[in-house]
C-alpha cells in the first residue's frame, strides 16, 4: 500500500512562509491525486489544494488562492506545499492525502483512503 510522510511545518510570523513536503512510498500506482489538507481545532478538515500527478494540473481553496502553491517532484514521488504570506487563520495541522481521481469533489476528506500523519503549521 502507499505511505504518506509529512514534513515542513513549524512556527512562523504573519507575512512568513513555509514549505510542506510529502513523501510518497510503497505501491504509488493509480494514486493519481495528490491533495493537502489542514485542519484547525474545533473545525472540519479542509481541502487545501490538489494536484493531479499525471497532468500537473492544480486548483486551490479560496481561502488561500494567491498564496499557496502545490508542486511535485515526481523523480522523489514528493509533493510540496508552498506557503507564502501566512495568516493566523493559516494555523492548523496540515495532512497530505492521495486517491485515485481527484474530480469535482476533491475537497471532500471521505474521498481519501490514505492519509499521512500529519505536520504543524503555527503562524503567531
Do not use: H
Not at 510522510?5 to 512562509?17: A, F, I, K, R, T
Not at 472540519?44 to 493531479?52: D, L, N, Q, S, T
Not at 504570506?85 to 494555523?91: I, Q, Y
Not at 481527484?102 to 500523519?117: D, F, I, K, L, S
Amino acid at each position: 500500500d502507499v505511505q504518506l510522510v509529512e514534513s515542513g511545518g513549524g512556527l512562523v510570523q504573519p507575512g512568513g512562509s513555509l514549505r510542506l513536503s510529502c513523501a510518497a512510498s510503497g505501491y504509488t500506482y493509480n494514486r493519481n491525486c495528490m491533495a493537502w489538507f489542514r485542519q484547525a481545532p474545533g473545525k472540519e478538515r479542509e481541502g487545501v489544494a490538489r494536484i493531479a500527478t499525471g497532468s500537473g494540473n492544480t486548483y486551490y481553496a479560496d481561502s488561500v488562492k494567491g498564496r499557496f502553491t502545490i508542486s511535485q517532484d515526481n523523480a522523489k514521488n514528493t509533493v510540496y506545499l508552498q506557503m507564502n504570506s501566512l495568516k493566523p487563520e493559516d494555523n492548523a495541522m496540515y495532512y497530505c492525502a492521495t486517491t485515485q481521481i481527484c474530480g469535482p469533489t476533491w475537497y471532500e476528506a471521505a474521498r481519501y483512503a490514505v492519509w499521512g500523519q500529519g505536520t504543524q503549521v503555527t503562524v503567531s
